[in-house]
């Protein structure tokens, strides 16, 4: 089944920098990458989706790009601010009407976090 | 409109014990997930649920869970009896049939399961 690896696993960066987080998928044959944010006490939320006919996609101070040949795919986030803080989760699935499920396969999440 | 919601927030039992969780998409939504967060690890997928079909259940780690979703609205998670190993967050989520991806999900706050 698809392996998806998060890396880093925390993250710390001063208010205005830049963070990325990096993951990597072993299925060829994914073709949705979506970013999920989840903040404490709530549920995972989505902030940003990629297909794999698209190479980069921008959302305000976030983007994600990603490399289908060498099956990585990468968040993007400029200036960032305390209210980033949270955990980040990226993850793959395979195209609906494939022969074995199209759940999202997540990877282990990379706590963030923005200091003043 | 409502979000998905999960109850209990927090289920604390003892090793062999029975716990049932509830889950309750948002309305319309055909597709329902099960995932399972153990500390420090990945969002583990558990099963899919088209309406009240069970479209991919290869996620489920042993006869000692069982999902149902009657009539194609609620899901129900039981685990019996339960273990140690068991412990974790049990998120819920749905979404609705996407043109061909897998398409934004729609996390609730998850259960708490914590097994003495």
């Known amino acids: 089944g698809e392996?998806?690896?998060?890396?880093?696993?925390?993250?710390?960066?001063?208010?205005?920098?830049?963070?990325?987080?990096k993951c990597t998928y072993s299925d060829s044959a994914s073709n949705y990458f979506p970013w999920y944010k989840q903040e404490l006490g709530k549920g995972p939320q989505l902030i940003i989706d990629i297909r794999s006919n698209v190479g980069e996609k921008k959302d305000q101070r976030i983007a994600v790009t990603l490399n289908k040949t060498a099956k990585h795919f990468s968040l993007h986030i400029t200036e960032t601010q305390p209210e980033d803080s949270a955990v980040y989760f990226c993850a793959a699935s395979r195209p609906w009407g494939s022969n074995s499920g199209y759940a999202l396969n997540f990877g282990k999440g990379t706590s963030l976090l923005v200091t003043p | 409109e409502a979000g998905v919601t999960q109850f209990p927030s927090h289920s604390v039992i003892e090793k062999g014990?029975?716990?049932?969780?509830?889950?309750?998409?948002?309305?319309?939504?055909?597709?329902?997930?099960?995932?399972?967060?153990?500390?420090?690890?990945?969002?583990?997928?558990?099963?899919?649920f088209v309406k009240e079909s069970k479209q991919?259940?290869?996620?489920?780690?042993?006869?000692?869970?069982?999902?149902?979703?009657?009539?194609?609205?609620?899901?129900?998670?039981?685990?019996?009896?339960?273990?140690?190993?068991?412990?974790?967050?049990?998120?819920?989520?749905?979404?609705?049939?996407?043109?061909?991806?897998?398409?934004?999900?729609?996390?609730?706050?998850?259960?708490r399961l914590t097994v003495l």
Request: one cysteine or more.
């Open chain 2, 17 to 48: 014990q029975t716990v049932t969780l509830r889950c309750d998409p948002i309305s319309g939504h055909d597709n329902l997930y099960w995932y399972r967060r153990v500390m420090g690890k990945e969002i583990k997928f558990l099963l899919h």
């Open chain 2, 56 to 111: 991919d259940e290869s996620g489920m780690p042993n006869n000692r869970f069982l999902a149902e979703r009657t009539g194609g609205t609620y899901s129900t998670l039981k685990v019996q009896p339960a273990e140690l190993e068991d412990s974790g967050v049990y998120f819920c989520a749905s979404s609705q049939r996407s043109d061909g991806y897998t398409g934004e999900l729609f996390f609730g706050e998850g259960s």
């Open chain 1, 3 to 21: 392996n998806v690896e998060q890396h880093p696993s925390t993250l710390s960066v001063q208010e205005g920098d830049s963070a990325v987080i």
